[in-house]
């Protein structure tokens, strides 16, 4: 295990910046996620502290020790790559060990650790099946595994679930973090789903264009967002955003009174979750419903408001409606989020 730390971290491709001054601290046995659209960045940091690409300027530390000028193999890292990267001519064993037979570890030792991460992965009976052999879960854990047989001080992982359909991304998400929860080791995760970011971070990094918008701990991403790109893209559904306009510290949508501000008078803009809506006839959300998914237990209704704004409310799965309906929403006023007109959270 090992702490991380980036001291004004930059990165430019020719004249393009793409890494923007990054500082950040990971502590010793922290699993931190990076989450941003596609190209935000977030894997090309990753790459820079792997050693797979060069710093323009700043510095990495690992456990205190300056290591961005070292080579990869000398950083005390493993990766998991998005593509399982698997030699197909090698069996599981063969893949497992390979690393540790190139870098001339003793046979003992190499069937010692090979054997402790086909323990920890449910490897065991797949051990001498070749990757074509294998299911899509199975070799990326045979990849997860090559990396836990280095024993390395930080574990990094380059969207490693992205190949996989959906079921299995589920499952794969738990076994990583059951194994996060084993090994306690340090662990950055790169990921554009902000479902993987939620469920697995200790501390989630939100990037935008190579830039850090927001870092904090899942919850506190989602309670209290630090502007609207951070708040639109934690929570699935996303977070509706409705023009609204403030008076004497009272926010109101169509006439509506909807929630209490410390935004100055004038227009601004109106963050609710859909699941924090509820069906209430005294609510001050008013609209037609335009589509009404059902999936079970939960529903989701897209409304049609009467200033031609849309929402979507997230319901549980007694409730029925069909397009054309009238519905009326209401929400608690300490549910709702205001923005001004730089996209910066106000406090209530």
Same mark, same amino acid.
């Given at each position: 295990?090992?702490?991380?730390?980036?001291?004004?971290?930059?990165?430019?491709?020719?004249?393009?910046?793409?890494?923007?001054?990054?500082?950040?601290?990971?502590?010793?046995?922290?699993?931190?996620?990076?989450?941003?659209?596609?190209?935000?960045?977030?894997?090309?940091?990753?790459?820079?502290?792997?050693?797979?690409?060069?710093?323009?300027?700043?510095?990495?530390?690992?456990?205190?020790?300056?290591?961005?000028?070292?080579?990869?193999?000398?950083?005390?890292?493993?990766?998991?790559?998005?593509?399982?990267?698997?030699?197909?001519?090698?069996?599981?064993?063969?893949?497992?060990?390979?690393?540790?037979?190139?870098?001339?570890?003793?046979?003992?030792?190499?069937?010692?650790?090979?054997?402790?991460?086909?323990?920890?992965?449910?490897?065991?009976?797949?051990?001498?099946?070749?990757?074509?052999?294998?299911?899509?879960?199975?070799?990326?854990?045979?990849?997860?595994?090559?990396?836990?047989?280095?024993?390395?001080?930080?574990?990094?992982?380059?969207?490693?679930?992205?190949?996989?359909?959906?079921?299995?991304?589920?499952?794969?998400?738990?076994?990583?973090?059951?194994? *996060?929860?084993?090994?306690?080791?340090?662990?950055?995760?790169?990921?554009?789903?902000?479902?993987?970011?939620?469920?697995?971070?200790?501390?989630?990094?939100?990037?935008?264009?190579?830039?850090?918008?927001?870092?904090?701990?899942?919850?506190?991403?989602?309670?209290?967002?630090?502007?609207?790109?951070?708040? =639109?893209?934690?929570?699935?559904?996303?977070?509706?955003?409705?023009?609204? *306009?403030?008076?004497? =510290?009272?926010?109101?949508?169509?006439?509506?009174?909807?929630?209490?501000?410390?935004?100055?008078? =004038?227009?601004?803009?109106?963050?609710?979750?859909?699941?924090?809506?509820?069906?209430?006839?005294?609510?001050?959300?008013?609209?037609?419903?335009?589509?009404?998914?059902?999936?079970?237990?939960?529903?989701?209704?897209?409304?049609?408001?009467?200033?031609?704004?849309?929402?979507?409310?997230?319901?549980?799965?007694?409730?029925?409606?069909?397009?054309?309906?009238?519905?009326?929403?209401?929400?608690?006023?300490?549910?709702?989020?205001?923005?001004?007109?730089? =996209?910066?959270?106000?406090?209530?």
């Amino acid at each position: 295990m090992a702490t991380l730390e980036l001291k004004g971290v930059e990165k430019f491709f020719d004249a393009t910046q793409v890494i923007h001054d990054m500082n950040l601290s990971v502590a010793d046995g922290e699993l931190v996620v990076f989450v941003g659209p596609s190209g935000c960045g977030k894997s090309t940091l990753l790459r820079m502290i792997a050693g797979l690409e060069t710093l323009s300027s700043g510095e990495i530390h690992i456990d205190g020790q300056r290591v961005d000028y070292q080579p990869p193999s000398n950083r005390g890292i493993a990766m998991v790559f998005q593509s399982y990267a698997l030699y197909p001519h090698k069996d599981v064993r063969g893949n497992l060990g390979f690393s540790l037979k190139h870098d001339k570890v003793e046979k003992s030792e190499i069937d010692r650790r090979v054997n402790i991460a086909a323990d920890i992965l449910g490897l065991q009976e797949l051990m001498s099946r070749k990757p074509r052999e294998l299911s899509g879960g199975q070799r990326q854990r045979v990849a997860i595994g090559r990396a836990i047989v280095r024993e390395p001080k930080v574990f990094l992982f380059d969207e490693p679930l992205s190949n996989l359909d959906a079921a299995l991304r589920v499952h794969m998400r738990v076994e990583i973090l059951k194994l *996060h929860q084993r090994l306690k080791n340090t662990m950055i995760y790169v990921t554009h789903d902000q479902v993987e970011a939620m469920t697995l971070a200790d501390r989630i990094v939100v990037f935008r264009a190579g830039k850090v918008e927001q870092i904090g701990t899942p919850l506190e991403l989602y309670r209290t967002p630090a502007n609207r790109f951070v708040a =639109g893209f934690i929570g699935s559904p996303a977070m509706n955003f409705l023009d609204a *306009h403030c008076k004497s =510290g009272s926010v109101t949508l169509n006439g509506e009174a909807v929630c209490h501000s410390a935004h100055p008078d =004038g227009s601004m803009t109106l963050g609710v979750r859909p699941e924090h809506l509820r069906v209430d006839q005294q609510g001050p959300f008013q609209g037609k419903v335009q589509v009404f998914e059902h999936l079970g237990g939960e529903a989701f209704v897209h409304l049609s408001l009467a200033d031609g704004q849309s929402m979507v409310a997230k319901l549980d799965g007694e409730h029925q409606f069909r397009p054309g309906d009238a519905c009326r929403l209401g929400i608690a006023a300490d549910k709702c989020h205001v923005f001004d007109a730089d =996209g910066l959270r106000i406090a209530s």
